[in-house]
């Protein structure tokens, strides 16, 4: 079972820039594809992208997508959501999330496509 850890959240200006990452525990991360999501205060958890196990694939929730940037390095067991513009209603934890890459391709585009799950960052977004 991989183990997932967030990590780069904090406090940040409007129209600012933050990278997260997230460490994976185990040698077969490059098999999982892998996702990031984030809740608000009183709100449900929502999608935000998604990247396949190659790297071949991405996916953004429309609301990021042309300022979020999903990546990943294989070789560090680790993903990557580079996110610019940020804006406060933004303000959440963001969390990543892992599931079995089907094929090279695939890329988990709901929550329920995911198996396993990191705690989380807070990304505080100030106007």
């Known amino acids: 079972q991989v183990q997932l850890v967030e990590s780069g959240g904090g406090l940040v200006q409007a129209g600012g820039s933050l990278r997260l990452s997230c460490a994976a525990s185990?040698?077969?991360?490059?098999?999982?594809?892998m996702g990031w999501l984030r809740q608000a205060p009183g709100k449900e958890r929502e999608f935000v992208a998604a990247?396949?196990?190659?790297?071949?694939?991405?996916y953004y929730a429309d609301s990021v997508k042309g300022r979020f940037t999903v990546s990943r390095d294989n070789a560090k067991n680790t993903v990557y959501l580079q996110m610019s513009s940020l804006k406060p209603e933004e303000t959440a934890v963001y969390c990543c999330?892992?599931?079995?890459?089907?094929?090279?391709?695939?890329?988990?585009?709901?929550?329920?496509?995911?198996?396993?799950w990191g705690s989380g960052t807070q990304v505080t977004v100030s106007s």
């Open positions: 185990e040698g077969t991360f490059s098999t999982y594809a």
């Open positions: 990247i396949s196990w190659s790297g071949i694939s991405t």
């Open positions: 999330a892992a599931t079995y890459g089907v094929n090279s391709y695939y890329t988990g585009k709901t929550q329920s496509e995911y198996y396993y």
